[in-house]
């Protein structure tokens, strides 16, 4: 029996979206006996593939199974190209020990306490003035 996803090639003809668009007549066509030492394999292959592809219905299926598998790879490979990228900058990014990482916080929090102290400096001399007036 056929793959899922060969129906369209064990007929000699284009799969993915060139195939959706198929008609009955050209999958007929596409329907032969094969003349090699293994035609009897080759012909189950191609009467079950066309035993899919001859009915509407069933097509329907083959062609939401397809869509499905299709999407699925695409998913895959874009969750994981992030994945990857982010493994390779950290083989890039030099080992940190700890102490360096508690001293880089403190800084940042330093420097935040520096501008909300700023802040409220401004904002001290801004209501200062208003009271003067």
């Known amino acids: 029996m056929a793959g899922e996803d060969e ?5 000699g003809l284009p799969s993915g979206e060139d195939g959706f668009k198929l ?3 050209e999958i007929r066509r596409a329907y032969k006996r094969p ?3 293994k035609a009897k394999q080759k012909f189950q292959k191609l009467q079950s593939s066309y035993q899919v ?3 509407h ?3 329907n299926q ?3 199974r397809l869509r499905l598998k299709i999407l699925q790879v695409r ?3 874009s969750s ?3 994945k990857k990228k982010k493994k390779q900058q950290q083989a890039h990014r030099p080992n940190v020990s700890l102490v360096e990482q508690i001293m880089r916080r403190r800084r940042t929090d330093e420097e935040q306490l520096r501008r909300d102290l700023e802040r409220r400096r401004l904002l001290f001399e801004a209501l200062k003035q208003r009271a003067r007036k």
């Open 7 to 11: 129906h369209y090639t064990v007929l």
């Open 23 to 25: 008609s009955s007549e």
């Open 35 to 37: 003349d090699d030492e």
């Open 53 to 55: 592809l001859k009915d």
């Open 57 to 59: 219905t069933s097509r």
């Open 62 to 64: 083959y062609h939401r």
């Open 75 to 77: 998913r895959r490979r």
């Open 80 to 82: 994981s190209e992030p």
